[in-house]
């Protein structure tokens, strides 16, 4: 009984430890799935605390899931673990038949799955939950309290701490299709051979006033006294989605330019933003003095929106902007750049660097060689992700060292009687 019970704590508190942490880094893509969910259900009131509990959603998981994995406040996790599951396993029921939005969202964009796929998901994890609610009370093997403490602070701080750093700045690990290093042209391919979407077609005929349906195999059109009345195609097997689709970048002036923009052998900034209107007035001067240096650069510099043109010409007009806008769907908008506005440098469809609106670099910083410029950013962000690793990571390890202390000690004790 010990052993099941240490392997669902052990599984039930890895699952959770991963959940909360991919949330934690993508807290505005958590924001967008609270929000899909509260528009599909009528409840758009609810949209403005989406946000907080993104934020409040990752942190619960993340400290649930540590607690499970090193026995820390052992009665109080396994409640924790048992109300996540009740929750959200016949909530999950309801998403997979009434499928208003088609992900879940559970592990963020680190791992799609579909609403069945979730619900059978957390049905197996109740089942683990279960083993470590009803055994909660028989494992008297402890630590000090003080240490139990010590592990649950540090897991709240560090969970907060890596939300607050990806909201303000970008998401510190990028699973989007959109991350640095990512080809858009490459991301939009079907593979040959790729499975196509499946869809069957429904004929509406009637005789002697009675309308009936048919499918493909059976529609009676060699008989004449069916009288046609209608078809229609209904999609039943999806086939292969590519990472990045419904991408295009267009204006009523102009038409379509992906291709162009995707295809250009120089540098191209895209001012990213879903929503002119909530632009911050402050970061204006920097977007001009970018803009103004692309130009003196020779180097393309457009704006993409889901805006309206109205709303465009008149945010050009009102901030003195000397570039265009050009249309894009706001879903990919919000996927490319968690920050609106954001700014992205391409290079033949390839994407060399984002920026939040809170780092956009200034004029001088950008003189010289661009991928150079790049390749240093990210060896000092990549220089401080490692120490913030390292130090996580021997953390963790202390703690691990305490349970297995704690564990080898109870084993003695027990063949010692």
């Known amino acids: 009984m010990r052993t099941i019970q240490f392997i669902s704590r052990l599984l039930v508190g890895l ?15 958590s924001t967008y799935k609270f929000t899909d969910y509260f528009i599909a259900f009528g409840m758009d009131a609810l949209k403005e605390i989406a946000f907080p509990l993104a934020i409040l959603l990752s942190a619960l998981e993340l400290t649930v899931g540590m607690a499970l994995l090193f026995n820390a406040w052992r009665k109080i996790s396994a409640w924790g673990a048992l109300l996540f599951m009740v929750v959200f396993t016949p909530l999950t029921l309801v998403l997979a038949i009434s499928n208003p939005v088609s992900d879940c969202g559970c592990f963020g964009d680190a791992l799609i799955l579909t609403n069945w796929e979730t619900f059978g998901k957390n049905l197996i994890i109740l089942i683990f939950t279960l083993v470590i609610f009803f055994a909660r009370k028989n494992d008297n093997k402890s630590y000090p309290v003080w240490k139990q403490n010590i592990l649950i602070s540090f897991t709240i701080i560090f969970s907060l701490w890596i939300s607050v750093y990806s909201y303000r700045h970008l998401p510190i690990i990028d699973f989007r299709p959109y991350h640095i290093g990512a080809n858009i042209a490459e991301g939009m391919l079907i593979p040959e ?23 493909e195999t059976n529609y009676p059109w060699q008989d004449s006294t069916w009288t046609f009345v209608d078809s229609q195609q209904i999609k039943i097997k999806d086939g292969y989605t590519p990472p990045i689709h419904d991408f295009s970048i267009s204006n009523d002036y102009e038409g379509d330019i992906t291709d162009r923009v995707l295809n250009d052998e120089t540098y191209t900034f895209l001012f990213v933003s879903k929503e002119i209107s909530k632009i911050n007035n402050d970061i204006i001067a920097k977007v001009q003095d970018l803009s103004i240096f692309a130009l003196e650069q020779n180097i393309s510099f457009i704006g993409i929106t889901a805006s309206g043109q109205s709303e465009t010409e008149e945010f050009k007009s009102n901030h003195e902007i000397p570039f265009e806008f050009y249309n894009t769907d706001e879903i990919q908008l919000k996927t490319i750049v968690r920050s609106n506005p954001g700014l992205v440098l391409l290079k033949k469809g390839t994407i060399l660097d984002k920026w939040h609106f809170n780092d956009f670099p200034s004029s001088n910083e950008l003189k010289g060689d661009l991928a150079a410029y790049t390749i240093t950013k990210h060896q000092k962000l990549n220089i401080k992700l490692i120490l913030i690793s390292i130090t996580s990571t021997l953390l963790l390890l202390i703690c691990l060292f305490v349970l297995l202390t704690q564990a080898r000690t109870g084993v003695k004790n027990r063949l010692q009687l």
Request: charged letters at 25%; aromatic letters at 18%.
């Open 15 to 29: 699952l959770f430890i991963f959940s909360g942490f991919v949330k934690a880094v993508d807290p505005m893509g």
């Open 193 to 215: 051979g790729a499975a196509a979407d499946e869809y069957t077609s429904l004929f509406t005929y009637e005789k002697d006033g009675i309308v009936k349906e048919f499918d």
